[in-house]
């Protein structure tokens, strides 16, 4: 089971394509679109999350709260800069569609919070500071989402504070509060060795949510995917436009900030990623169907682009960056 994990961790991008094709399929002949998954979606953060901030020390957060370089650019990166990068693909690739264009907009609005952490930890980057920009983040959206969103798109869309506090408590503080009692307990009983020793197979496990996310994701579009391929073929350049964008910028203001590997990564990610819970929530009850149509696609397309941006980007970024920075 040990080396099962570590090579689901060291290979999940061929696990991601083999649990995309075989949900493509299952959701084709079964119905899983009037399936209620957020039970899922919940077991599955949860799983991603549990094992990472098991992993993480918790002294280690009070020194990454006091990294304020890296806490203020990945902020301005996830909301500033993405809305712009937003503003533009919207008004470029997917002009004359101003309903999946609205997508676009939702997803430059509502940067990415707990699944930062989860991400940041697959990367082998730092735990620690993408818990704290995941936190600030995630307060921060009920007041600069809404803004952002009327600016980009001309809607007055109010965000859910209540949603945003369940999101706080059962994504980021309930995994917290495990995974430092479950961090006490094996030392306390077993030593620190013995829980360093099997700390590096936590990410594998935070791997098996990846894969729980994707399958139940692309079950529930599958009909939609294979029976609009022209629209999803127009978000998927629409969505892989901002992502290059973003993750261009990123990488050139992570060199320029002398930011190493570990904190350079929590950068990227966070100019790239952005939250599906809070966005798909809000553009069900706001904006046209079709809007909610393109942003269904989203995890599938975001998790397909991390791989590639862990997995085939990531040595580069070790090269390009320097395992140590100046951040």
Not at 79 to 107: H, K
Not at 282 to 303: E, G, I, M, Y
């Given at each position: 089971?040990?080396?099962?994990l ?35 979606s919940?077991?599955?953060?949860f ?62 609005a ?28 995630l ?38 509060a495990l995974?430092?009692l ?20 936590l ?8 894969l ?26 629409g ?22 590997y ?32 393109a ?33």
């Amino acid at each position: 089971m040990k080396e099962l994990l570590l090579h689901i961790k060291k290979r999940l991008y061929i696990y991601v394509l083999i649990t995309f094709l075989l949900a493509l399929i299952a959701g084709y002949f079964v119905d899983f679109q009037s399936m209620n998954i957020m039970p899922v979606s919940v077991l599955a953060v949860f799983m991603m999350l549990y094992p990472m901030l098991t992993g993480m020390e918790i002294e280690k957060v009070k020194v990454a709260g006091r990294n304020y370089r890296l806490i203020a650019s990945t902020l301005i990166f996830a909301y500033i800069i993405a809305s712009l990068t937003a503003f533009l693909v919207s008004r470029t690739i997917l002009s004359g569609y101003d309903d999946l264009a609205l997508a676009i907009v939702l997803v430059g609005a509502i940067p990415c919070s707990n699944m930062l952490i989860g991400w940041s930890g697959i990367a082998d980057a730092s735990v620690a500071d993408a818990f704290v920009v995941a936190v600030i983040g995630l307060l921060l959206i009920p007041v600069l989402s809404p803004v952002l969103i009327f600016i980009n798109g001309g809607v007055f869309a109010t965000i859910d504070i209540t949603k945003i506090a369940v999101i706080l408590l059962m994504y980021i503080l309930v995994p917290l509060a495990l995974g430092m009692l479950t961090r006490r307990e094996i030392i306390r009983r077993k030593g620190r060795d013995y829980f360093m020793g099997i700390k590096k197979y936590l990410p594998g496990v935070s791997a098996m949510g990846v894969l729980l996310i994707v399958f139940f994701s692309v079950a529930k579009v599958s009909r939609m995917v294979l029976g609009n391929p022209a629209i999803f073929l127009l978000v998927l350049a629409g969505l892989f436009a901002y992502y290059i964008i973003q993750t261009s910028l990123a990488v050139l203001a992570a060199r320029i900030l002398k930011f190493g590997y570990g904190q350079g990564m929590i950068l990227i990610l966070g100019a790239t990623a952005s939250s599906q819970a809070i966005s798909l929530s809000l553009a069900a009850t706001v904006f046209p169907p079709l809007t909610v149509f393109a942003l269904s696609f989203k995890p599938v397309l975001q998790v397909f682009y991390i791989m590639l941006l862990i997995y085939g980007l990531g040595p580069r970024l070790r090269m390009y960056l320097g395992e140590n920075g100046k951040g």
